[in-house]
């Protein structure tokens, strides 16, 4: 829609709770049996083998002080040696193991996501905003990926590092294996203030994230019509304000964390306490050997490490989880399952169709007034019809559900005899084209590129498409012809060129009928002149919908519709408008002066 246009805030995508995402993650794990077990195995036997070295540490005590021969501190140093060398390498190993599984696992998520999103209806994709479709298959996607290489194999490995110390302690004795585990509820204390808490926290600053985008993309995007309306400030204001609301949820964020780290601190010094205290009763009381309360201690100050690792990485670890909820959360997202009615498609090159809107009001979700309201609209088989009015007036709106983008709350759009209504959107797309500013060259070769629209077009047709927008002389001059790589990595095409690409496109897709929205509005004065000769010649014998970003493209269709406030006031030639005195007229005046 409009980036100018008066409409609801955007209901953001589906977001997952936490246990479909830990059931989306074990389902996948399950997918590949042999690299999961293979994962945890080497985890737990690096972490196993990190452990064996402190409980021998404690059996060189007992062995010194009970005065035993030299050659049992050597087996024990030599036993030491050994765990810690392989313990390495099961780190090392296990290490490569969990990111070769967490990277199988984003592929899988990334992939489904954007096919999720490749599928969304398009209605579906204006509702949410780009900004929240982006995100999540853009900056979720890069979070994810830099948690998995990061974050997530230290919390996992360290983890089960934790709890093979703890097993460790109570090895070593029962008694202090339980003061050990006198730090438990302070843990959890911790955790429990700290989760429940930090998950909405993040899940709000990827949102904030996502508005901010979706503001920067909405003002880019219409630049021309911001500038033309004199919006510059208001957009700027937009952005500031997401931008601020970014920044206070991330300094809320690492202030809430160094709460957390001063709350597992404590629980430490808690535990640490408790162990030297009952160490140094089991020793009075000859109930504990010293090697056993001399490893005790070190059992504990063990897990140090890597409950530190958890807590420096646990911050990296929530950002991750926060967009993998958002990134499940796209697969679930429900598809708009219309079905193709009765009525037959037109096919490619048949005779154009008229465009009947009747009764037609639409409002967006969770809004109390309709942006368009009992319109009522014909364009007769091959002609045209452009709609001028002011910004918020529903003109891009009433675009997108001609072009079938879009269900209305009443009234409906026919394209010949068939309700838009009753077609899915490849339906739609086989009757009706539509053509934004928003125009993308993809990376590839320029065949490549217009072939999205016909895939089995031949180069002939490829050339006699361009050769219709008059974009023959430049493409001839390309290095390679249309086999020249455009896009990024490949050759630069201005504002003008993209244009033209998305004029042959339309060519080559047949439809008979054509919507056009602001298509020529990012050009400058001399390259929007060219282009609407291309669009003239890009729609010729096909029923055309223009949205008129220059009165000059209203001049050159067959009527003119002026809308105001989501209802059609004013219809008829540009002359007889112009003769009426009213709206159209004042809009022509001032169109006048300004050029």
């Known amino acids: 829609m409009s980036t100018t246009e008066t409409r609801a805030v955007p209901a953001a995508l589906r977001t997952a709770t936490g246990r479909e995402a830990t059931r989306w993650v074990a389902a996948h794990c399950r997918q590949v049996p042999w690299l999961t077990a293979a994962t945890v195995l080497s985890t737990v036997a690096g972490a196993a083998l990190q452990v064996l070295p402190v409980l021998l540490l404690g059996r060189v005590v007992d062995a010194v002080v009970d005065g035993e021969s030299r050659s049992v501190l050597i087996t024990v140093g030599a036993l030491m040696a050994a765990a810690a060398l392989l313990g390495a390498v099961a780190t090392g190993v296990s290490t490569y193991l969990i990111g070769r599984l967490g990277a199988d696992l984003l592929a899988q998520l990334r992939e489904g996501a954007v096919r999720s999103v490749l599928g969304m209806p398009s209605s579906r994709v204006e509702q949410v905003g780009r900004g929240d479709v982006l995100s999540r298959v853009g900056d979720d996607v890069a979070v994810l990926s830099k948690g998995i290489r990061m974050a997530i194999p230290t919390v996992f490995s360290a983890g089960v590092l934790v709890l093979i110390a703890t097993v460790g302690m109570f090895g070593l004795d029962w008694r202090l294996g339980l003061a050990g585990a006198g730090a438990l509820p302070a843990y959890a204390l911790a955790l429990r203030w700290y989760l429940p808490r930090s998950a909405p926290l993040y899940r ?73 205290v009952v160490g140094y009763a089991l020793l009075e009381a000859d109930a504990a050997s010293l090697g056993e309360v001399s490893a005790a201690p070190l059992m504990f100050h063990r897990l140090f490490t890597p409950l530190g690792a958890i807590m420096f990485t646990f911050d990296e670890a929530q950002k991750s989880g926060a967009s993998l909820t958002r990134l499940v959360g796209v697969l679930g997202e429900d598809s708009e399952d219309r079905l193709v009615g009765d009525a037959t498609v ?229 002359d007889e408008l112009v003769a009426l005195g009213g709206r159209y007229a004042r809009l022509w005046q001032a169109w006048r002066e300004g050029s």
């Open 204 to 276: 709000k600053q990827r949102v904030a994230q996502a508005d901010r985008a979706q503001a920067l993309i909405s003002g880019l995007n219409g630049i021309d019509t911001v500038r033309a309306y004199r919006l510059e400030d208001s957009f700027r204001e937009k952005v500031t304000s997401e931008s601020w609301r970014v920044r206070e949820y991330g300094i809320e964020v690492f202030r809430f964390f160094g709460r957390f780290v001063g709350r597992e601190n404590r629980a430490e010094f808690i535990g640490l306490v408790l162990i030297l």
């Open 346 to 574: 037109a096919p490619a090159d048949a005779v154009p169709y008229a465009v009947t809107v009747e009764g037609l009001t639409y409002r967006y979700p969770d809004t109390e007034h309709p942006v368009l309201r009992d319109v009522d609209l014909t364009i007769p088989a091959g002609g045209s019809l452009a709609l001028v009015g002011a910004t918020g007036a529903g003109k891009t709106t009433l675009a997108a559900l001609i072009a079938g983008i879009g269900t209305p709350e009443a009234g409906s759009v026919r394209i010949g005899d068939t309700d838009l209504a009753a077609l899915d959107e490849a339906g739609a797309r086989a009757l009706v084209s539509i053509l934004t500013q928003e125009t993308h060259v993809f990376s590839g070769s320029l065949a490549e590129d217009l072939r999205l629209a016909a895939p089995r077009a031949s180069d002939a047709e490829l050339r006699q498409a361009l050769r219709t927008v008059g974009a023959d002389t430049w493409v001839d001059a390309l290095p390679e012809g249309i086999d020249t790589k455009v896009g990024e990595g490949g050759e630069r095409l201005d504002v003008t060129k993209v244009a033209h690409v998305a004029l042959a496109r339309l060519v080559l897709a047949r439809a008979p009928v054509v919507v056009l929205d602001e298509s020529t509005a990012e050009a400058g004065s001399e390259g929007a002149a060219e282009l609407e000769r291309a669009v003239l010649a890009a729609c010729a014998g096909r029923t055309t919908l223009f949205v008129a970003h220059r009165l000059t493209q209203a001049m050159a269709a067959d009527r003119i519709a002026v809308l105001d406030a989501g209802r059609v006031v004013e219809q008829g030639t540009h």
